[in-house]
């Protein structure tokens, strides 16, 4: 899964803003932290509604990516399909994880994980174009115990953003502080949504024409965290706080079927938060 270019020296320079994480009922939380390139994680952890809070501790932006891998699929099965270009393979199932943010940040992701065996992946790559994955930024993970209830309590979002192709439906607009917002994916195919805070002077359209010419300048926006991907129909939350300005959200999986960034095909929306 192709991921865009930031350089190193931009990203760390970026200002850090820790993220609150909302109390989402019942969850256990579990703290991940994400150096360069590995993840300080458990080998297991309970099934049932789970908070994943990724502490950045390198010196390079990182993200939290989580997916369920299918019966039998093994870290060579998962070495290959990830040196591949293109959409990931259907025995993955992306459940969500913790999005982009900078050295020194945090951010964070609740959603429900089965028991199984899933994978923790970062995508990110570094200033020389290999992404974090091929540097070890990848871990099993094994959920173990009884399946969650079906109608086991989730956070209540006070928004909810809704990924399709290509775009974000939100509930209602958002205010300055904090949220628990849910992601839900109702497309036809793999979806993220990353928050940006927009740099003074800068628009959507800057990010979409950053991305177009390579993604090597400096970025016009500073990573605030997200929902790293859902495989359709899934959702999982997260919680932010938000001061007032200008953001965009913005989605950089590829599309299943000509592998362009979902940026691309115009899924990148600019928000005004008051």
């Known amino acids: 899964m192709r991921r865009f270019l930031v350089p190193l020296a931009l990203l760390c320079?970026?200002?850090a803003c820790s993220r609150p994480v909302g109390d989402a009922p019942r969850a256990h939380s579990v703290t991940i932290t994400a150096s360069d390139y590995a993840f300080g994680t458990p080998d297991t952890i309970p099934a049932g509604l789970t908070t994943l809070v990724m502490?950045?501790?390198g010196a390079?932006?990182?993200q939290l990516g989580i997916a369920r891998l299918a019966a039998g699929k093994t870290m060579?099965?998962?070495q290959a399909a990830?040196?591949?270009p293109g959409a990931p393979p259907p025995w993955m199932t992306f459940v969500g994880g913790s999005n982009l943010v900078a050295p020194g940040d945090t951010s964070n992701s609740t959603q429900v994980l089965e028991p199984g065996t899933y994978l923790l992946v970062c995508f990110i790559p570094s200033a020389d174009g290999k992404p974090h994955f091929a540097k070890g930024m990848l871990h099993p993970l094994v959920v173990a115990g009884p399946a969650p209830a079906p109608a086991a309590p989730e956070p209540t979002g006070d928004v909810t953003i809704t990924l399709k192709d290509y775009g974000f439906d939100l509930s209602h607009p958002l205010r300055a502080g904090t949220h628990t917002i849910r992601v839900e994916n109702a497309g036809p195919q793999l979806h993220e949504v990353m928050v940006l805070a927009l740099a003074p002077g800068k628009s959507a359209g800057d990010v979409a024409r950053w991305a177009a010419a390579g993604?090597?300048?400096?970025?016009?926006?500073?990573?605030l965290g997200g929902i790293v991907g859902l495989t359709p129909g899934r959702h999982a939350e997260f919680t932010i706080a938000l001061a007032p300005g200008r953001y965009a959200l913005a989605c950089f999986v590829p599309d299943a079927r000509d592998g362009k960034e979902h940026l691309a095909?115009?899924?990148i929306q600019e928000i005004t938060v008051t």
Request: aromatic share 4%; net charge negative.
């Open 13 to 15: 320079a970026a200002a």
């Open 55 to 57: 502490v950045n501790t």
């Open 60 to 62: 390079e932006p990182h």
């Open 76 to 78: 060579a099965d998962v």
């Open 82 to 84: 990830l040196a591949s």
């Open 215 to 223: 993604m090597r300048e400096p970025p016009p926006f500073r990573p």
């Open 265 to 267: 095909h115009g899924m």
